[in-house]
């Protein structure tokens, strides 16, 4: 069992950064692989990045390649996302998320074991 607490998130305006933070407890870090995903009002929970077990590997949703980074911290449980040059479509609730049965993680939601509270981001126009 693990449990993952977001943090980070707020308020900003179009063009702005943030960076989200993951922090696992429970059992080992680096036996999952971690993945962030986004829900809209409205809208179903979307993928935007997983990064594998050993921080080696990582996925991005075409929303948010070039713009995002995901990254992890084995030492400290933890897993961020970086968020640049942010855009009003990118408002939702950040969720992080953990996939124990695949070393480099899933793009799907169903692929994950435990989920995070969530964290609201809003961009600003």
């Known amino acids: 069992q693990v449990q993952l607490v977001e943090s980070g998130g707020g308020l900003v305006q179009a063009g702005d950064s943030l960076r989200l933070s993951c922090e696992a407890s429970?059992?080992?870090?680096?036996?999952?692989?971690m993945g962030w995903f986004r829900q809209a009002p409205g809208k179903e929970r979307e993928f935007v990045a997983v990064?594998?077990?050993?921080?080696?590997?990582?996925n991005y949703a075409d929303s948010v390649k070039g713009r995002f980074t995901i990254s992890r911290d084995n030492a400290k449980s933890t897993v961020y996302l970086q968020m640049n040059v942010l855009k009003p479509e990118d408002t939702a609730v950040y969720y992080c998320?953990?996939?124990?049965?695949?070393?480099?993680?899933?793009?799907?939601?169903?692929?994950?074991?435990?989920w995070g509270q969530g964290t609201q981001v809003t961009v600003s126009s």
């Open positions: 429970g059992r080992t870090f680096s036996s999952y692989a």
């Open positions: 990064v594998s077990r050993s921080g080696r590997s990582r």
């Open positions: 998320a953990a996939d124990s049965t695949s070393s480099q993680g899933s793009r799907f939601p169903t692929g994950y074991n435990y």
